[in-house]
Nanobody
Framework: QVQLVESGGGLVQAGGSLRLSCAAS????????MGWFRQAPGKEREFVAG????????YYADSVKGRFTISRDNAKLTVYLQMNSLKPEDTAVYYC????????????????????WGQGTQVTVSS
């Protein structure tokens, strides 16, 4: 079973940047599609970005397109989310997740498509 640990969250002013990291515990990570989701208070968990096992395909929610970039380093068992031009509405707990169906060539956008989850990291954007 893969364990995922997020880091890099914090408090930032609007317009600022943060880089989230998600470290996996198993080398099977390199065969998994990885996703970033977020959940704000009182709201459902929503898809933010995803990347296939090879990094050849990425997908973003419309709300973050052009501002966020997902990437991965399979040698380091880590997936990243670079967040630029942050807005107060980006405030949420951010989770990384792994889809354990190996070598998929598409990115799922529903939480139910992902099998392993990290504990989350808080991102707060002040206005």
């Amino acid at each position: 079973q893969v364990q995922l640990v997020e880091s890099g969250g914090g408090l930032v002013q609007a317009g600022g940047s943060l880089r989230l990291s998600c470290a996996a515990s198993e080398r099977t990570f390199s065969s998994y599609t990885m996703g970033w989701f977020r959940q704000a208070p009182g709201k459902e968990r929503e898809f933010v970005a995803g990347i296939t096992w090879s990094g050849s395909s990425v997908y973003y929610a419309d709300s973050v397109k052009g501002r966020f970039t997902i990437s991965r380093d399979n040698a380091k068992l880590t997936v990243y989310l670079q967040m630029n031009s942050l807005k107060p509405e980006d405030t949420a707990v951010y989770y990384c997740a792994a889809d354990s169906l190996a070598f998929k060539v598409v990115v799922g956008t529903y939480p139910t498509e992902y099998d392993y989850w990290g504990q989350g990291t808080q991102v707060t954007v002040s206005s």
